[in-house]
């Protein structure tokens, strides 16, 4: 039996840094969203150390970073922020 997916939820940073700085790979990242990371969060990204303890990072098309939180009672998938991989990292 396959376990329901979780939901997916999108920050106004995460559907801000969809909409104008990823115009062009929209798709990619919205079949990631809806596919692998919906399915199996835990499994396609990693727990990131402090300052960002409790936060995911997962790749997608090599040069974009996703930073979710995952909410395993609720079956929920909050994406924080969609950032290029040189700045992901780095504090607004």
């Known amino acids: ?13 995460a559907r801000r840094a969809l909409a104008e700085q990823l115009p062009i790979d929209v798709m990619a990242v ?38 979710y939180v995952i909410d395993d009672e609720k079956r929920a998938v909050t994406i924080r922020d969609i950032r290029h991989r040189r700045d992901a990292y780095k504090p607004r």
Do not use: Q
């Open 30 to 67: 919205s079949d990631f969203l809806n596919g692998p990371l919906a399915e199996n969060p835990h499994r396609v990204g990693k727990e990131l150390d402090a300052p960002f303890h409790g936060v995911h990072s997962a790749r997608v098309m090599r040069e974009w970073r996703l930073r």
């Open 1 to 13: 039996m396959t376990a329901e997916p979780y939901e997916i939820n999108l920050t106004r940073t």
